[in-house]
C-alpha cells in the first residue's frame, strides 16, 4: 500500500470513528470534535484523491472540507456567543444580590 492509498484509509477510518462517536451519543452533530473528525477524514481522502484520481469523489470531498469549515466557525460563533451570555449574566449577578435583601425586609 502506498502511502496515498493509506491517508485514503485513515480518511475512511475517520469517517466511520466520526459517525460511531455520534451514534453512540459520545459527540453531538455541532460539537467541535465531530466536525473536526469529518474535516479530517475528508482532507486525508481528498489528499488521496488528488493522486489517485476520482473526479467526483474529490468534488465531494472538497464540498465536505468546505461544509465542515462553516460548522467549525459556527460552532466558534456559538460558543463566542455563549461566553458573552454568561458574562453579561455573572454582571447582573450583584444586581440581584442588592435586590433581594430589600425584599426580605418588606
Known amino acids: 500500500m502506498d502511502l496515498f492509498n493509506f491517508i485514503g484509509a485513515l480518511g475512511g477510518v475517520l469517517y466511520l470513528a466520526s459517525y460511531l462517536l455520534l451514534n ?6 455541532n460539537s467541535y470534535e465531530y466536525i473536526g473528525l469529518n474535516l479530517a477524514a475528508s482532507t486525508c481522502m481528498a489528499i488521496s484523491l488528488f493522486v489517485h484520481w476520482n473526479g467526483p469523489s474529490f ?5 465536505w472540507i468546505v461544509i465542515s ?3 467549525l466557525v459556527n460552532c466558534y460563533l ?9 458574562v453579561e449574566q455573572l454582571a447582573a449577578a450583584p444586581q440581584i444580590q442588592q435586590e433581594m435583601p ?4 418588606a
Open 69 to 71: 469549515g462553516v460548522g
Open 78 to 86: 456559538e460558543s463566542k456567543h455563549k461566553a458573552k451570555e454568561s
Open 59 to 63: 468534488t465531494a470531498q472538497l464540498c
Open 24 to 29: 453512540a451519543g459520545k459527540v453531538s452533530g
Open 102 to 105: 430589600t425584599q426580605l425586609n
